[in-house]
């Protein structure tokens, strides 16, 4: 297995017979985000250890849905992204077949081959190829090779014209259990966000300006501003540019908070303001590096077994 800084373990070569689904980076940060979740980190502690009634004072209303995506995706910790996706990406984020494709089914070459390997072909397709795909009805029809391809065309649409109603009856779409919602991801800014939430668990006590500056949270201010300066401010403008770091980091740290709470609720990406359990953030630094000493070690397994 391929081992690198940014998936861990590679999720190459992952796949499931009779399953289909199209891995996103986004899927991976939807992983590191549960992380940070404390409504997540509740959901955990009532699969494994259960509540305390300090724990229950601080459940969600909707703990409901927090548990229902805890029994989807499990635990994050002490685990790796490929584990987890080996476990969770097929059932959860995909469907149980491969999208229909217009495909060759058999070739008659005009000699005198056995009728049994024509019978064989279209059984193959039938009882394989399509077993793996949606079962939506298809047109089998004989194209000669021959023949002007445009007149061929032409032939094709009117036969998927003629037998529209079939498709209207037939196309019953199956969705997966979980859908990231959106098009389009920015990898940078989730990235940062994940950084984010991990220097604020590690020093929960951090001045938001402090923080903002470690992850390098704005191109503008970041760069001015000395992350290991004294409290006391050298000038009006130095003063001004940690006040408006602040409350950039400010912004930031609660649409990651957001993300990370929505994730427990199954959507991702996602930054409904909704009622979260309190953050903790010390809690989360503990999961956290105990997390990584057990990735660590289990690296080195993978690292050593692999030799």
């Known amino acids: 297995m391929e081992i690198n800084d ?3 373990l590679s999720t190459k070569g992952i ?14 940060f939807f992983f590191y985000y549960l992380r940070f979740s404390p409504s997540y980190a509740l959901a955990r502690k009532a699969n494994t250890t259960g509540l305390s009634a300090a ?15 805890y029994r989807l995706l499990g635990d994050v910790h002490k685990t790796l992204y490929r584990y987890w996706w080996q476990r969770n990406g097929h ?7 491969v999208k229909p494709i217009a495909q060759i089914i058999s070739v008659v070459n005009g000699s005198s081959e056995p009728i049994k390997r024509y019978e064989e072909d279209l059984n193959n397709f039938l009882t394989n190829e399509r077993q793996k795909r949606e079962q939506s009805a298809s047109l089998i029809l004989s194209v000669p090779i021959d023949n002007n391809v445009a007149q061929s065309i032409k032939f094709v649409k009117q036969y998927l014209q003629d037998h529209k109603h079939l498709r209207e009856q037939d ?15 920015n990898a940078n800014a989730l990235m940062k966000g994940v950084g984010l939430l991990i220097y604020k668990s590690t020093y929960p006590e951090i001045e938001n300006w402090r923080l903002g500056v470690r992850v390098e949270l704005s191109p503008s201010y970041s760069p001015s501003l000395n992350k290991d300066a004294t409290r006391r401010t050298k ?16 912004r930031a740290l609660h649409r990651c908070k957001l993300i990370a709470e929505n994730a427990a609720r199954g959507k ?13 953030f010390a809690a989360l630094n503990a999961l956290y590096k105990e997390n990584q000493v057990w990735e660590e070690k ?10």
């Open 91 to 97: 059932e959860v984020f995909g469907v149980p077949y």
């Open 268 to 280: 991702f990406l996602c930054v409904d303001e909704i009622e979260t359990a309190p953050f903790d």
């Open 298 to 307: 289990e690296l080195e397994q993978v690292k050593s077994s692999s030799k």
């Open 171 to 185: 196309n019953k779409e199956v969705k997966p259990k979980i859908k990231l919602q959106g098009q389009r991801f």
């Open 55 to 69: 724990d229950k004072k601080n459940l969600p209303k909707d703990f409901k849905q927090v548990l229902k995506t």
């Open 15 to 28: 796949s499931r017979d009779g399953w289909h689904v199209d891995e996103h980076y986004a899927h991976m």
């Open 6 to 8: 940014y998936w861990k």
């Open 235 to 250: 000038n009006w403008i130095e003063a001004s540019d940690r006040i408006l770091m602040g409350k950039i980091t400010y």
